[in-house]
Structures are given as C-alpha cells and as structure tokens.
C-alpha cells in the first residue's frame, strides 16, 4: 500500500523511466519529475527531439536536468541503450504504440500504455504477450479508464454488486458530426486562439465527436468484463447527485439496458442546459447494496442514493491525467502490478460515417472529417466486419457507406500486412474460434 514509503527507500537508486512523445501528457507527467523521489527520467524518445527539450523547459526543467537526460528520435534506440525500468507510451498514434509495446515486451521491459487508441485496438495480444514475458502492461493512472477500474476494483473488493461504471464528458448528439473546422465553436474558442495555444483541432475533436468516450468506455470494459451497450453510448445528463437514480436498469426504473455496463454522462441537458453539479471531469462507479443493512448505512452514512435506497454511487470529480501517472510508473516497477490492464476482448470501437461517405474518399481516422468512433460489443463488431477506429486514418473507400452506418473491413482498400493489422486480426481470431472469456486470466487490475 505504501508506494511513497517504498519509493524514498529507492532514493538512491531511482526508477528510471524512458516518455515515448513528449506531448501534452507527456508533459503534465515531466512536470512532476522534478519533485518526485526517487524517479528519474532516463530518457526520452520523441519526433523532434528539440521539441521535447523545449517541453522539459516549459514545465520548469532546469537545464541541468535536461542535460542529463538523454534524447532520442528512435524509441528502438533509446531502449538499446538500456538502463530503462518502465516505459511510458503517449504518442496517441495506434500504430506506433503496438510497435512501441512489442519493443517493450521484447526488451522485458515494463510498459504503461497512455495510448488508449492501441490500447483498444490490440490490448487484449499485447497484455497476454507481456505476461508470458514477465512483465507488465498498464493503462495508465490519472486516465479515466484507470481511475474508473480502481473504482470497480474498490467496489468490488469491498462486496458491491457493480450496476455502472463510466465517466463524465460535455455531450450532444450533433457533436458525432463535428469536424476540425467546427471544434472551436463547439470550445468557444477563435481558430486563431486555438492557434496560439498550441492546440490540434482534429485531436481536440476526438474529445468532442463521441470516439474518444467510445475508446475509454472499450478500454474499461475489456479491463473489468463491464458490457457495452448494444447499440452505442447514451451519454444520458446526469449529475453526480442523480447517478444511482439515472444509471441503473431500466427494470427498476433507470436508463441502462441492463446491469454491469460501462455509459458515459453528459453535462449539458439535450437543450444545452448545464446539468447540476455535473461530472464532466470525473469518473464513477454506481452500486447496488447486496443486502438491507448495507442500504440501511448508505442512508446512515449520508450516500446519495436513487428513491430505493439500494444503489448508490462513488465518483472523483477530476482527473489529473500525467500529473498522476507516476501511480502507474511506481505500481509496475516497486509491486509488479498494472493500474488497470486488458483482459478481455468485450468491446470495440467501430469507425462510423460522419455524412454520406463515396467510395474513392480517404478516411481520415479519430477525430477528423469522414468518422467516428462507436463503442460496441465486440460480438457485434465482429458480425458486421467492423473496421476498427485506430485503424481507419489513411486507407481508402472501396464501397459507399451512408452516414452514422458501420465502416467494414470490406469496405477499405487497406495493407493486411502492416504489424497493426496482424496483430489486430490475431486477437480477433482468437476471440472468434478458441472461445476464451477471458485472453488475459489471472490477476487483473488496480494496485495501490
């Protein structure tokens, strides 16, 4: 339990850390670097190696601090250099972080994967390939599907029947249409301002169009067996006084199909209204007393609970995102444990058309023009051919698809060779003819 007692002992040997992507993320993570003992940031791999020094500066580097951290354009090559005990994969590209995660694995080193995109994509391959070589594979702390999972795993540890699990974000149904060229209207921001504070319209927009909800939601379900609803996220209004009476099955009077799913709730009303004591930087998990005397002390305790006293909800209303990833770094190199890890193939994320889409047209993957993603059970993904989110950026249209249908497989010109899309195309046939519940078996999840 006690990281920071553990981590002080190792002041002088520190753990020693290698950031893929010295991005926004990134960033929030180096921040903390200089004020953490006993981590060290051995080095760092990035595009543009100038452009990372410029980040450490930014969040308050010395200069003496960055001369004595290595730089690196090449992850491969940082990695050969060695001396690295936890990788830190936050490039947000799907692709390179399959690459990234199998050099890890190779080099039997520990990895936590911020990349929630290849996370969902391939997790289910990479987290049974890392245990097979001894090492870990996490999400990544201060993320909410990590958060989330701690709260499932607190619920369930502690006896709790989990109803729901999700997060919060700021929602309306016409946001799946959004584009680059529309985002800042939708933030309130000029094109210009948004310039000026370095912020990338299309990865912006990914927050906005649904596909980054869809992700998180996928990675929450493959981690904790949570169910996806059959036909997409509701992102139901809800603040966090309404939870328990909002996420529960619609049997007993709620918005849920069913009992153990992830949702994603929204903090404006459908009429744009703000919701009340909204929970649009947070994450929740909703639960339902196994018996009178534990909804007896729901009340006693002053839990907010629906009108039957019997569920209840917990929920942190921020997330810190890099700012708290040291958790995961400490958890997998002191106790050998992920915050949070693929277990599981349950759910997946469709790309989806944004309008009437031609065969001809390129599709430009999350957050772009042409798609967004769809969380979906991955029987049903399965069944309809879906083309995954993180692989639908660059391949071309073979077929016509109309607006909000399902991209197939079959409906894109796309290279079958590529690492992403074997390995990809190896967990689904996994999933699909050796009818494992569970790719992943064994210990699961949250270490504190």
Not at 332 to 350: C, H, I, Q, R, Y
Not at 389 to 415: C, E, M, T, Y
Request: glycine share 10%; aromatic share 8%; with cysteine.
């Amino acid at each position: 339990m006690y990281i920071y007692d553990d981590l002080v002992k190792r002041a002088e040997r520190p753990v020693q850390v290698g950031l893929i992507g010295a991005g926004k993320f990134g960033s929030m993570f180096l921040s903390q670097v200089p004020t953490t003992v006993g981590l060290e940031v051995k080095a760092i791999a990035d595009l543009d190696p100038d452009r990372a020094r410029q980040a450490c500066r930014n969040v308050g580097w010395s200069e003496d601090l960055i001369n004595k951290t290595a730089f690196f354009d090449s992850t491969q090559t940082m990695i050969d250099a060695g001396g690295i005990d936890v990788l830190v994969e936050s490039t947000g590209n799907p692709l390179a972080g399959i690459a990234h995660a199998k050099m890890a694995i190779a080099s039997k080193t520990h990895i936590v994967m911020v990349n929630v995109e290849a996370d969902v994509l391939a997790g289910g391959i990479l987290a049974k390939e890392a245990r097979e070589a001894g090492v870990v594979y996490s999400m990544a702390y201060g993320d909410q599907p990590a958060l989330t999972i701690e709260l499932v795993e607190w619920a369930r540890a502690t006896g709790f029947n989990v109803v729901a699990a999700g997060k919060g974000t700021k929602y309306l149904p016409e946001y799946h249409y959004s584009t680059p060229d529309t985002i800042w209207d939708h933030y309130g921001l000029t094109p210009e301002q948004a310039a000026q504070a370095g912020m990338n319209s299309q990865m912006f927009n990914s927050f906005l169009d649904g596909t980054k909800s869809a992700l998180e939601m996928a990675a929450i379900s493959n981690g904790t067996g949570l169910k996806a609803p059959d036909d997409g996220l509701l992102f139901p209004p809800a603040g966090m006084d309404d939870l328990a009476h909002i996420l529960r099955p619609r049997s007993v009077g709620g918005q849920l199909d069913d009992s153990g799913m992830v949702e994603v709730v929204t903090s404006v009303e459908r009429d744009g209204r703000p919701v009340y004591r909204d929970l649009r930087w947070g994450v929740y998990v909703v639960i339902e007393a196994p018996n009178d005397y534990a909804s007896a002390c729901f009340k006693q305790y002053g839990m907010n609970t629906d009108s039957t006293g019997r569920y209840s909800a917990m929920y942190k209303p921020f997330h810190l995102i890099g700012l708290e990833l040291n958790m995961s770094i400490l958890s997998a190199a002191l106790l050998n444990k992920p915050t949070g890890s693929t277990l599981d193939f349950n759910s997946d994320v469709v790309a989806t058309a944004k309008r009437d889409l031609k065969a001809g047209e390129m599709l430009d993957g999350e957050g772009g023009f042409t798609v967004y993603g769809k969380l979906m059970p991955a029987s049903k993904s399965l069944a309809v051919g879906g083309l995954p989110i993180g692989l639908a950026h660059r391949v071309k249209l073979k077929n016509n698809v109309n607006k909000d249908k399902p991209i197939a497989w079959s409906d894109v010109d796309i290279d079958m060779t590529t690492q992403a899309v074997v390995t990809r195309k190896a967990l689904e046939e996994i999933y699909r003819y050796s009818g494992l519940s569970r790719l992943n078996s064994g210990a699961c999840c949250w270490a504190p």
